[in-house]
């Protein structure tokens, strides 16, 4: 089974990955990771939220990940370039502008109580956190020895995950504990999202202000003739589906984890939120242990064995009811935790110059997110929950091949 290679990757000729101190880059990345965390946490929210609000399906609601994440699918490509040309701290700084003016649009869309305005403000946002996605996973990918790639993207991926583990205990204060007092309307957005435009604004500035350290395109292997297309490379096509697979049972777990907690235990939405927490809390935990975990085994078999644990621990909440359902169903977080990194260290393995479209093409995948949670929805609203779950388990099915045969680097030709 192959490694993740020891190359150089990414670095001036002059510089030395092993002796240089990226350390100050890392830890203003850990701040970029942490509001991408919450932002995209704080959707697992607004969904119970809007459902109860404007009385909607499930289907409907679910329409707050759809469009959340169907951007990636339409703008990561031209984020890619944008990116490509700019250079990453630009790209960095674009994207908490553009997530600042969708956070912004909420205060109308508040005022005037139309679902239509909050998904178009969160397609915006989310165009914003495209950006700040395709400039920040390969710039920490780059940002050092590639051997420990996955390790260093696991890293600050701990760091985003308290934003998530915060989301929810913001949300049930916020937003649902609001919502349940009034019964309706949806003022609790308002000044939330305008506080958190304001913090997205200033942390823009401050980027803008950085000296990060400078990396240029990684150099192919010496050894392999390098393809003249990126789809020449075959664990690049593979890692694609695995992208598109592993948001999709994420986002899919996470968005409808509030409704599933209410329905099982019986409780209200505001306070099964708060078990949420304990979801994305487990990531947080498995991040932290993962990016020491993985410098010292194989990462293609800790993505294994993370996607069969959590296939498995699906198929028993499923199969049980109360607090034993409730929390196999939590757990399948900890198992999450360091499957994004992974595949997409594994991914962009070896690609040398096409590493930052390969980027923009593997956050495309993450689109994942906006089908699969739209079509659990459809299973929901049609045929419950425990039919509703064998999409994720589908999902971990291909992650599961994936870390098994599906990254290995071995090539189709020369691409065309």
């Known amino acids: 089974m192959a490694h993740l290679p020891a190359r150089t990757a990414g670095l001036p000729a002059t510089a030395d990955p092993e002796s240089r101190s990226y350390t100050p880059a890392l830890i203003s990345l850990s701040v970029l990771y942490f509001m991408m965390g919450f932002i995209t946490c704080l959707n697992d929210t607004l969904v119970p939220f809007f459902k109860k609000g404007f009385s909607l399906s499930y289907a409907q609601s679910s329409l707050v990940q759809f469009y959340f994440f169907l951007t990636y699918g339409l703008m990561s490509v031209p984020a890619g370039r944008i990116v490509g040309k700019t250079g990453y701290k630009r790209g960095m700084v674009a994207g908490f502008g553009m997530a600042a003016v969708g956070a912004l649009l909420f205060y109308p869309a508040s005022l005037l109580h139309e679902y239509s305005l909050f ?14 996605q395709v400039a920040a996973n390969p710039y920490i990918t780059v940002l050092g020895p590639a051997r420990t790639a996955s ?12 934003g998530t583990t915060t989301a929810p205990v913001f949300g049930a204060w916020f937003l649902l504990g609001p ?3 009034a019964q309706a309307g949806s003022e609790a ?14 942390i ?9 350290p400078a990396v240029g395109p990684a150099k192919p292997d010496s050894t392999e003739a390098e393809p003249r297309s990126m ?35 019986a409780i209200p939405e505001s306070e099964a939120n708060g078990f949420v927490s304990f979801y994305w809390g487990g990531m947080l935990v498995g991040r932290l242990a993962g990016a020491w975990l993985l410098q010292r085994i194989r990462p293609q078999n800790a993505l294994a064995f993370c996607a069969a644990a959590a296939f498995l621990l699906i198929g028993v909440s499923v ?14 977080g900890l198992f999450n935790s360091v499957m994004f990194a992974i595949i997409f260290s594994l991914s962009v393995s070896g690609l040398g110059r096409y590493t930052t479209r390969a980027s923009g093409l593997l956050s495309t995948a993450i689109a994942g997110g906006a089908v699969v949670s739209y079509f659990q929805g459809v299973l929901i609203d049609l045929s419950g929950w425990a039919v509703a779950f064998s999409l994720p388990m589908l999902c971990y099915i ?3 091949f994936y870390g098994l045969d599906g990254y290995k680097t071995n090539r189709s030709g020369s691409g065309s």
Do not use: M
């Open 119 to 132: 998904l178009a403000a969160l397609f915006i946002l989310a165009v914003g956190i495209v950006l700040l």
């Open 151 to 162: 390790s260093r993207l696991t890293l600050i991926q701990g760091v985003g995950s308290v």
């Open 179 to 181: 919502l349940r007092q």
């Open 189 to 202: 957005v308002r000044y939330p999202y305008l506080g958190i435009a304001a913090l997205l604004l200033v």
């Open 204 to 212: 823009a500035l401050a980027v803008g202000r950085l000296r990060l």
């Open 231 to 265: 789809f020449g490379f075959r664990n690049l096509r593979f890692g694609i589906g695995g992208i598109f697979f592993y948001v999709g049972a994420e986002v899919t777990v996470g968005t409808f984890l509030t409704n599933y907690i209410a329905d099982t235990l």
């Open 319 to 332: 199969g049980t009811a109360g607090y034993v359902a409730v929390w196999s169903l939590i757990a399948v």
């Open 398 to 400: 291909y992650i599961l």
